[in-house]
């Protein structure tokens, strides 16, 4: 009985574990909204701003996407290398730089809410 109910539990929470788990994605549908976080890497330490954002529809990865935001009063436009793109649930996160083992720096992410997985 104690056997069965603890396989129960496992499998269970390893369904759970799998429903959150981030998923990459190629293609991406927006709203147009996001958040753009904008990283400072320092010496010793890195922060981050958050900025209300535009983007397009579709969002692939590899392409140069346009973005508009509001910055010192201004509405700044720029070209945001869309690298690799996580997805789960709703939520998106389109970062402009590949984590990597070897660079500890932090690239620019946009997260985008409601998003879509197009492929």
């Not at 579709?58 to 973005?67: E, F, M, Q, S, Y």
Request: a neutral charge; aromatic letters at 8%.
């Amino acid at each position: 009985m104690i056997k069965r109910l603890t396989y129960c539990l496992l499998l269970a929470l390893f369904f759970s574990c799998s429903a959150i788990a981030d998923e990459s994605a190629e293609v991406v549908g927006t709203a147009g909204g996001a958040q753009l976080e904008t990283v400072h890497d320092f010496l010793l330490f890195s922060s981050s701003t958050k900025t209300p954002a535009r983007v397009p529809q579709n969002i692939a990865v590899g392409t140069l996407i346009r973005i508009s935001y509001l910055k010192d009063g201004r509405v700044n436009e720029e070209d945001f290398p869309a690298v690799d793109i996580a997805i789960r649930g709703d939520l998106c996160w389109i970062h402009s730089k590949q984590h990597s083992q070897y660079d500890s720096t932090l690239g620019d992410t946009l997260y985008v809410q409601p998003c879509r997985k197009l492929r």
